[in-house]
């Protein structure tokens, strides 16, 4: 069984008119330990309603999360969430929003402990010096950010659970602070579960892109591999053979299949398809899929 596992989750919400909307339906899927998992899929068709379930922050109307094999249910420290709208406490400093956590989770360590792991997270991010003094109100958006990112890691949370995190935030500052995630996670390997609208950005982070269907009646329908070596960098995954046509096949599916795909009646257990896209694998050793997705925009 996987680490993570989520079986046959549906939620319903009141559709407002007295009927029902099922958001999605049945979704199972698993994460590995250690995995860095992103999600992408249209605005509405239930991301953040699938991790917040994951953070036991709202009950699905069926279905089970299991965790380590145990069913999570309610808040916990192993859970950690990122939220896109920073959710620091505003009346403490930076360094102060992330020891808060850490004395939570390590009622033992002495002051000075709990200081210096989370001035070691914040530097990890690149926060250091006085600037760990100011409150969120003083700190620009990036740097914010920056500090959720240092917080959730410092807690060491087994899975941490990001919401489109830098979806506030400028290219370039999106940038530097994807390339320091990535640093953190590979120092820690943690599991992530990341939801973004940014194709680029869940192709240099992620082990695996799990792709939403339009709503109602979402489903995960793929599993996309990304094989590109570690460690990535912006610059250089571009010139990967793999990187166009794993791109190509994550922007049909987007821009099409997505819709294609939509609404239609679930036959029970909706598991995710596996896609493996490798170009430098010799052409028979290239993983098919059972029920090959139709790859059209990545044959050549
Ligand atoms: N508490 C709620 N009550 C009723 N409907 C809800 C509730 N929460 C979410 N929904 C509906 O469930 C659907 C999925 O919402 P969700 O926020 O999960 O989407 P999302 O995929 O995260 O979208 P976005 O990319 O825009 O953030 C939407 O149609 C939304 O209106
Ligand atoms: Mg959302």
Not at 264 to 274: A, E, H, I, L, W
């Amino acid at each position: 069984m996987s680490f993570l596992s989520i079986e046959r989750l549906t939620q319903q919400f009141p559709d407002g008119q007295g009927g029902m909307l099922t958001v999605f339906e049945n979704a199972s899927f698993g994460i590995e330990k250690g995995e860095f998992v992103c999600i992408l899929g249209h605005s509405g068709c239930g991301k953040s309603t699938i991790m917040n379930i994951l953070a036991g922050l709202a009950e699905p109307s069926s279905g089970v999360v299991k965790m380590d094999g145990f069913g999570v249910s309610g808040p916990s420290l192993d859970r950690g969430v990122v939220f896109q709208n920073y959710s620091l406490l505003p009346w403490l400093s930076a360094l102060h929003n992330v020891t808060f956590g850490v004395k939570a989770r390590e009622p033992g360590w002495s002051k000075a402990q709990v200081e210096e792991h989370s001035r070691k997270f914040l530097s990890m991010v690149g926060l250091e010096g006085d600037v760990v003094h100011r409150k969120p109100s003083q700190l620009s958006g990036g740097m914010r950010q920056r500090v959720s990112i240092a917080r959730a890691f410092a807690n060491q949370p087994k899975l941490l659970l990001l919401d489109e995190p830098f979806g506030a935030l400028d290219a370039l500052t999106r940038g530097t602070i994807q390339d320091e995630l990535l640093k953190i996670w590979s120092g820690t390997e943690q599991t992530v579960f990341m939801i973004t609208h940014d194709i680029d950005e869940a192709i240099l982070l992620a082990d695996r892109i799990l792709l939403m269907t339009n709503g109602p009646f979402a489903k995960v329908a793929e599993s996309v591999e990304i094989t590109i070596p570690r460690p990535r960098n912006r610059t250089e995954i571009i010139e990967h053979p793999n990187y166009y046509a794993i791109r190509n096949h994550l922007v049909q599916f987007l821009g099409k299949r997505s819709k294609e795909l939509a609404g239609q009646p679930s036959d029970g257990d909706n598991k995710p398809v596996t896609v493996r896209i490798d170009k430098t694998a010799p052409a028979e050793a290239e993983a098919e899929p059972e029920h090959a997705p139709k790859l059209r925009a990545v044959n050549d």
